[in-house]
């Protein structure tokens, strides 16, 4: 299959010539691999509605940073769900850049972390609970995707002294079934996890409930046994949250239960595109699998190295090593620093002009204050790796284009916010005065 662009996106270390050769693989694109977590839940009865805007309802959200935002209402039972059989999926435009959800400033050191990313995810309210949603997870994945099940773990909520709730044995006893069922061990692919990891709050208030999170082991062998789970460690990530909305949080740190058990699921829509097609359908774990090296992000890294000149050549920062290595001012060491930082400011500038763009089509402009100011952040810090690679004048706006054109399809208001007027005044001034 010919991705968009003739390029191939699988090896994490290659040269120009490797870019312009055809792609070898074959894997769905990222438009697919969308369409067909949707077409699943349509399969299985769910309405699919749109994305909500990344302007929250909730005045104490900056932005939508979850695709259960747009439900909590119904959630608390203020509202009632008018889809029948009450469930619905959708794709959620997220920006997680500021309060209790914030991953800005990892932006670009990983394969991983974005301020704007989209959330894949499905919802019972009052209908179906844990069983159907841990069985359809694993259904999607292993049966339809063809995720190596022996790659898969799964965690449940344990609560350690003093924290909310109980084992959760229901969640725990089906994915022990489904992992016994692929003659895996429940044992060493089921873990238990605290409120930290397994216990999912939108905010300090609100909705809330124990989750079970499926993780992937993406190492060569893949047989590092469940001891990488929630390390942070990026051949261990976690692709998708099953949370069980059991509670609202109160102010006082109390937990009321709800009058009805809800599912409230987030998959990490770069994290899954970036599995299927860096392992190339899940034949070869060999190389870094990152979210940029993927359909989603390559067109916004084709425009900017036509714009810097500069190539993107997917090095990571490799912490410590300067300390280690004894020849740190060798050369050699000294270009690849350099590759390495021009590495950084690609992905940091690729994934922070997704925010922007997304936020201002949205109406969300960047300013000196609230969410406007976490935006302004947002610019300065793209505008400042910028330098990295050798842009000293407005250079920001014009890769809005090529996120338009790429993801326009599915969210229209892109292209209807193209040209704003706004984008005309994120001119190197003006950012400089900020
Ligand atoms: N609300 C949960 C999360 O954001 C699952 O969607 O992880």
Not at 211 to 223: I, M, Q
Not at 258 to 269: E, K, Y
Request: one cysteine or more; hydrophobic letters at 35%.
């Amino acid at each position: 299959m010919t991705l968009p662009g003739h390029i191939s996106i699988w090896k994490s270390s290659r040269s120009q010539e490797t870019w312009l050769q055809p792609p070898k693989f074959d894997t769905m694109t990222s438009a697919q691999i969308r369409q067909s977590f949707l077409d699943f839940f349509r399969e299985k009865q769910h309405t699919i509605v749109p994305s909500s805007s990344l302007l929250p309802d909730a005045p104490n959200l900056l932005f939508t940073n979850a695709g259960m935002n747009q439900f909590v209402p119904i959630f608390l039972g203020q509202q009632k769900p008018p889809w029948k059989p009450a469930r619905v999926a959708d794709t959620q435009k997220c920006i997680r850049a500021g309060g209790k959800h914030n991953d800005l400033e990892d932006v670009g050191l990983d394969t991983y972390h974005h301020t704007f990313f989209e959330m894949l995810g499905n919802w019972s309210f009052g209908d179906y609970f844990k069983r159907e949603a841990i069985e359809w997870a694993w259904e999607l994945l292993v049966e339809r995707w063809k995720f190596p099940p022996q790659r898969l773990y799964a965690t449940v909520y344990k609560p350690g002294p003093g924290e909310p709730s109980e084992f959760d044995r229901e969640a725990h006893d089906h994915w022990a079934h489904l992992f016994r069922e692929a003659d895996l061990d429940p044992a060493v692919h089921v873990l238990n996890g605290g409120k930290a990891d397994n216990f999912w709050m939108m905010g300090d208030t609100g909705p809330c409930g124990p989750c079970s999170e499926v993780h992937v082991d993406l190492t060569p062998d893949g047989d590092t046994r469940g001891e990488l789970v929630n390390k942070e460690d990026p051949r261990c990530i976690e692709i998708w949250n099953l949370v069980f909305i059991q509670f609202t949080a109160n102010p006082d740190g109390s937990f009321t239960p709800l009058p009805q058990r809800h599912v409230d699921t987030g998959m990490g829509f770069e994290r899954v595109t970036a599995i299927i097609q860096g392992t190339n359908n899940f034949v070869d774990f060999s190389g870094t699998i990152s979210n940029y090296e993927t359909d989603i992000f390559r067109p916004i890294f084709n425009e900017l190295e036509k714009l810097s000149g500069k190539r993107y050549a997917s090095m990571l920062p490799t912490v410590g090593r300067l300390c280690e290595t004894p020849a740190a001012d060798t050369p050699a060491l000294q270009n690849q620093n350099t590759q390495e930082q021009v590495d950084i400011a690609f992905r940091v500038i690729a994934d922070h002009i997704r925010a922007l763009s997304f936020a201002i089509a949205d109406g969300i402009v960047p300013s000196n204050e609230g969410r406007g100011y976490v935006l302004r952040r947002i610019l300065r810090r793209a505008f400042s790796y910028g330098r990295t690679l050798g842009f000293h004048e407005a250079f920001f706006f014009k890769l809005v284009d090529v996120v338009a054109r790429t993801v326009g399809d599915i969210f229209p208001e892109l292209r209807a916010k193209q040209k704003p007027s706004c984008w005309r005044n994120f001119r190197v001034k003006r950012i400089l005065r900020w």
